[in-house]
């Protein structure tokens, strides 16, 4: 006979696996009636615990397992160094996983995790939008197995977990506003993450601020691209199609590009085109412009989901309701844009 799993209690009485996780540890969060209930079932049904998950109780590894989707991008640079940072002082070790935007890489890091290897796992999702639900069944299934788990940045609503995002629809309204107040009227967005949360939502900002200035929204200015497509010819398409005064950039490699590009047509930056990117790595601080950079506090962000998964780890997972961090993110005004 198979053994009896969480997720198979959890279908059983059609609730999450961490509701289950909780009535099995008698948490204040789910109802007499239900925990009754699931107990009976569990015991009726000779459940037992992942024994590799045990070394949530009877040891430690010590080791946290970190996934992150690109290690090019300094945004996540940045977020290693601060999760390291507070891990080593609470002597715990990483092990980084880099899937390189691969979906299918994730899932196995996310498979040879979940066998106890590590105390717990960090995360930043490679999955876009369109594949977080499917994928989502994978996450959950760290919390089958009692390894609490801290999502940031690349999160979703179906994975019941810790979380810290960056507040990127505040982002997208901040950068815009900036531009519409320095008199750049007509701006565009080149964004490299086309299918993610992330863009979609500093999108949104971007519509915003226009809206609130009764600017028409124009969907051709709102340009994707990729490793695979040419930059230099999909900067000529946005060039020629209108008189272009401000660029928003949503990663910094891509604006360091973009600006090389456009200084090669001949514009002069910023007082042709403004330009202001994501992340304020170093790179842009030492191309000339130094460029104009949202800031989404990388180390910070490291800092905090290492120490709120610590603590749920050193306290057997805690019975204390998930919670979901918002930093909010600020702009550094370099060359690369017109002075208020």
């Known amino acids: 006979m198979s053994k009896l799993t969480l997720k198979e209690i959890a279908a059983h009485f059609k609730v999450s696996i961490a509701t289950v996780s909780k009535a099995l540890k008698d948490s204040h969060e789910i109802s007499e009636e239900l925990k009754v209930k699931i107990k009976l079932y569990a015991k009726e049904n000779h459940y037992r615990p992942n024994k590799l998950a045990l070394n949530l109780f009877n040891k430690s590894t010590k080791t946290i397992g970190v996934v992150i989707p690109n290690i090019l991008n300094y945004f996540f640079v940045q977020v290693l160094y601060g999760i390291e940072k507070v891990a080593n002082e609470k002597g715990y070790s990483i092990i980084t996983c880099i899937t390189n935007q691969s979906l299918e890489k994730e899932t196995k890091t996310?498979?040879?995790?979940?066998?106890?290897?590590?105390?717990?796992?960090?995360?930043?999702?490679?999955?876009?939008?369109?594949?977080?639900?499917?994928?989502?069944?994978?996450?959950?299934?760290?919390?089958?197995?009692?390894?609490?788990?801290?999502?940031?940045?690349?999160?979703?609503?179906?994975?019941?977990?810790?979380?810290?995002?960056?507040?990127d629809f505040e982002a997208g309204y901040m950068a815009t506003n900036f531009f519409l107040d320095t008199g750049c009227e007509t701006i565009a967005i080149i964004t490299p993450i086309e299918d993610s949360v992330i863009s979609r939502l500093r999108i949104e900002g971007y519509k915003k601020a226009l809206e609130e200035k009764e600017m028409e929204y124009d969907e051709k200015l709102v340009v994707a691209t990729d490793d695979k497509e040419d930059l230099n010819l999909t900067l000529s398409l946005l060039l020629n199609y209108k008189k272009i005064e401000g660029i928003m950039v949503l990663d910094e490699i891509t604006a360091v590009k973009v600006m090389s590009i456009v200084k090669a047509r001949g514009y002069h930056v910023p007082k042709d085109v403004s330009i202001i990117g994501f992340t304020n790595g170093e790179l842009s601080k030492y191309v000339t412009p130094s460029m104009t950079m949202v800031s989404q506090h990388g180390k910070y962000i490291g800092e905090t989901v290492s120490k709120i998964l610590i603590d749920r780890i050193e306290n057997n997972g805690s019975n204390k309701p998930f919670e979901t961090k918002i930093v909010k993110t600020s702009l550094v005004v370099r060359d690369s844009t017109i002075k208020l």
Request: net charge negative.
């Open 110 to 167: 996310l498979e040879l995790l979940g066998t106890g290897s590590v105390d717990g796992v960090i995360i930043s999702s490679a999955a876009e939008e369109s594949e977080l639900e499917e994928h989502a069944e994978h996450l959950n299934e760290l919390s089958e197995n009692q390894i609490p788990l801290v999502m940031f940045d690349r999160v979703t609503d179906l994975v019941d977990c810790d979380k810290v995002i960056v507040d």
